[in-house]
């Protein structure tokens, strides 16, 4: 059976009486979803993201390399999270901006989880890079963008490199995110790698405005 759960705008996830936040996540749990991503640019990315989960503006060591990233902005738009951080490099100041979402789909024991992380350059425009377990096996039709029950946007699940780091940038990007409207729902169907069947639906409301607050906050720093 299908397990159907909704992000909601507080950042909780719900299905009948359960609810867990991503920040009260134990660090034995996030240690284990750390361990299940693959082990090139996903797992410093994961490791990026999970060392912000507290929403608290403090220094804290993200990367094996004991890198030191601190937080200089922080805004929250239902679940959307965006930020800003950073970090000395010994010879000058290393700077990034970025929106969240950390999607915590089952809890311990079977520990299962799922993020994005969205840049913004000059250069390259928008940049969405999804992240999910490793044995992660999409439905046909499981990620796509659905408003009034139509698909407006569809993405490929075969595309994502290893079938745990899912891409969308340039032109896709910009259809992706003109998709995702207050009035539509990113779905996500697939199968873990426990054999369990979810549905996740992240909902479009704040997205537009934690886009908008990346690319002024991004502006800003020059990025």
Known sequence: MRQLRHITRDGLVTAGREAVKASDLPNAALARMLRAMTKTRTMLTALMVIGGLTNTPVRAQNTVDDWKWAVDHFQTFGIWESACD???IGNGEE????????????????????????THTTAEGLRFEFSFEKGTEFDPGGFAVIEDGRIAFDYAPARCEAGTQCIIAGDEANRFTASL????????????????????LWTGQGFAEALADLTRESAKRNL
């Open 86 to 88: 950073h970090r000395d």
């Open 95 to 118: 700077r990034r901006c970025y929106v969240r979402v950390v999607d915590v789909y089952a809890p311990r024991p079977d520990f299962g989880a799922t993020f994005v992380f969205i």
């Open 181 to 200: 409207t207050d009035d539509a729902s990113l779905r996500l169907a697939f199968t873990d790698k426990s054999g369990r069947q979810w549905e996740r």
